[in-house]
């Protein structure tokens, strides 16, 4: 079983940043897809940014130009760099690892979760 765990969420001010960490156990990532989703209350958890192993990276629209998607193999360890934030980013944010392969499935594995609150 693979374990990942967010953490640097917190209470930010609208215009602040903030830097979250994915850390995994139990196996390496390097070739996986790793992602940030987020999932805000009475709403759907959507994804935020992805990366793959070859380091392509994507971005929903709404975060483009200010969020940064980033991650280590060497560390198990994945980024995101959240800046210019606004009341409208606040949501519990999830790490996403692909299972087996470079692909999304329905059997990948999730983190718990930590709570991003944007102050207006």
């Known amino acids: 079983q693979v374990q990942l765990v967010e953490s640097g969420g917190g209470l930010v001010q609208a215009g602040g940043s903030l830097k979250l960490s994915c850390a995994a156990s139990?196996?390496?990532?390097?070739?996986?897809?790793m992602g940030w989703y987020r999932q805000a209350p009475g709403k759907q958890r959507d994804l935020v940014a992805s990366?793959?192993?070859?380091?392509?990276?994507g971005y929903t629209d709404s975060v483009k130009g200010r969020f940064t998607i980033s991650r280590d193999n060497a560390k198990n360890m994945m980024y995101l760099q959240m800046n210019s934030l606004k009341p409208e980013d606040t949501a519990v944010y999830y790490c996403r690892r692909s299972k087996l392969g470079s692909a999304f499935t329905s059997d990948d594995y999730w983190g718990q979760g930590t709570q991003v609150t944007v102050s207006s």
């Open positions: 990366i793959t192993s070859g380091g392509t990276i």
């Open positions: 139990g196996s390496m990532f390097s070739r996986n897809a």
